[in-house]
């Protein structure tokens, strides 16, 4: 068992210092990489390697429709009221189903399950239980007691009775979106949500048998206030969720076109959007949670926690994640799998993703075959990301190299970092700091050998 890492110091005017626009590290490489030389008979093949160690699975579903457009949102959705969109999405991800899930050995337990969007709760019940007919036609859906199957869930639209049939089905983990209970920011980005709706949803999830519930807030949003911030982190901590992630928002409207309606003009200046994340960080240590890496906190004893003190933890699309073992088979528009040593996309579009499946054909529009180089990189970014540390010498034995020869180049980029007190590097160990822990993906950038390489560089968010 690794040691536990160490807390998070948090330095304003340093991390300021190191806000700059940077990837995410979901996957490596990123999501920028990926090229449409990678199509469906590159998909077959993946699996096919998949099958030779017939692991467990993870399987995401997009589900990309949304009742009323958040002003501040940036993911794949779709605006709409008509019930009829459920039922054509479901027979597309019929169709999908049916040409990969046959592609898969059965008898692969399928550990994880995970339900985003969009609002995963725009499909009603009889919706969702022909999902898990599909999804159980195709795979190994046992309901072991260490599964993790989640949902994200919009508490504007649902009610005690819808959460107690998503536990029947077998749901057992719950995401729930908040962002800010201050009324003056709901109204400012069209999302209007009490902490009574709140409360409601997640005492009816732990009624119906649901044992882990996270909450996402966001800061940077438009008329926040440390004050008002502050009111909100009070009323979360009352609701005594299991994890919580902070978002910083990213403001691309260029990108996006909801993020037009927001007035640029009422979003907090940058040492105020900084205060309002150090105000979160003293909140939520102060209450006992331990912070993961990046936007997460949760119990100690929760999953992310223990799998991160027992070497296990991971990140992928999701963020923070248990279960490194298992492949992730995405399905739907836009869903990004990751089979053996591949990454793939779905189209990111309706129209596409129908068009695809008619004609017979897997939806995949990119993705990547890792090289043994990327392979070595994604494995130096996620322990460095997901444990704070990597131990160069035993690294250089798993991989036939001599660390800093190979990485010569990078730890000569790693040493401003050094400078500045970010990481302590030994003879054999790459060790994150307390000062550093606020700044995993800057740490992590060192070690991205596609950053700044190309015509252009890819716009990313900023790292704080």
């Known amino acids: 068992m ?58 995401y579903v997009h589900v990309p429709f949304c009742f009323s457009p958040c002003f501040y949102c940036g993911c794949n959705r779709v ?8 039922t054509q999405y479901l027979d597309h991800l019929e169709k999908e189903l049916a040409l990969l899930g046959p592609l898969f050995e059965r008898g692969r337990p399928v550990r994880q399950l995970h339900l985003g969007g969009g609002t995963p709760n725009f499909f009603d019940i009889e919706h969702m239980q022909r999902l898990f007919q599909l999804l159980s036609r195709y795979f190994d859906m046992q309901r072991s007691p260490t599964r993790e199957w989640g949902i994200e869930i919009d508490p504007r639209d649902v009610d005690a009775s819808y959460m107690h049939e998503l536990g029947r089905l077998g749901f057992n983990r719950v995401s729930v979106g908040i962002q800010d209970f201050d009324i003056a920011v709901q109204k400012a980005v069209n999302r209007v949500q009490s902490v009574v709706q709140t409360a409601n949803v997640l ?53 996006f076109k909801a993020q037009q309606q927001i007035d640029e003009g009422e979003l907090p200046h940058a040492s105020l959007r900084l205060a309002l994340l150090g105000k979160a960080w003293e909140t939520l ?16 004893d929760d999953e992310l926690a223990r799998a991160q003190r027992e070497g296990s933890l991971q990140r992928n699309f ?23 040593n591949t990454y793939s996309q779905n189209a990111r579009d309706l129209i596409s993703y129908y068009a695809a499946l008619d004609a017979g054909q897997l939806p995949v529009t990119k993705g990547i075959e890792l090289s043994r180089d990327d392979l070595v990189r994604r494995e130096v970014i996620g322990e460095l990301m997901c444990h704070g540390e990597v131990n160069m010498q035993q690294f250089g034995d798993r991989h036939g190299f001599v660390f800093d020869e190979y990485f010569a180049q990078d730890l000569r980029g790693l040493q401003p970092l050094v400078d500045d007190g970010l990481v302590s590097l030994c003879a054999q160990t790459i060790r994150v700091t307390p000062r550093g822990r606020p700044m995993l993906r800057n740490i992590a950038m060192c070690f991205d050998a596609y950053l700044g390489k190309g015509a252009s560089t890819p716009r990313y968010s900023r790292t704080i």
């Open 2 to 59: 690794r040691q536990p890492t160490t807390a998070p110091e948090f330095d304003p005017q340093l991390i300021a210092r190191y806000d700059v626009a940077g990837p995410r590290y979901t996957s490596y490489p990123t999501a920028p990489q990926f090229h449409d030389g990678f199509g469906e008979a590159a998909l077959r093949r993946a699996v096919q390697a998949s099958n030779e160690h017939a692991g467990p699975l993870s399987i």
């Open 79 to 86: 605006i709409t009221r008509d019930a009829r969109k459920a």
């Open 203 to 255: 005492a009816a999830a732990r009624r119906s048998g649901f044992t882990s519930a996270s909450v996402d807030l966001i800061y940077g949003l438009p008329r926040q206030t440390l004050e008002g911030f502050a009111r909100t982190l009070d009323d979360v901590l009352a609701l005594s969720p299991d994890r919580i992630a902070i978002y910083g928002y990213a403001h691309l409207p260029h990108l």
């Open 285 to 300: 240590t102060a209450a006992g949670y331990v912070y993961i890496g990046m936007d997460h906190f949760a119990r100690a």
């Open 318 to 340: 999701q963020g923070y994640s248990t279960h490194g073992d298992c492949d992730i088979v995405g399905l739907g528009v836009s869903a990004i799998g990751r089979i053996a």
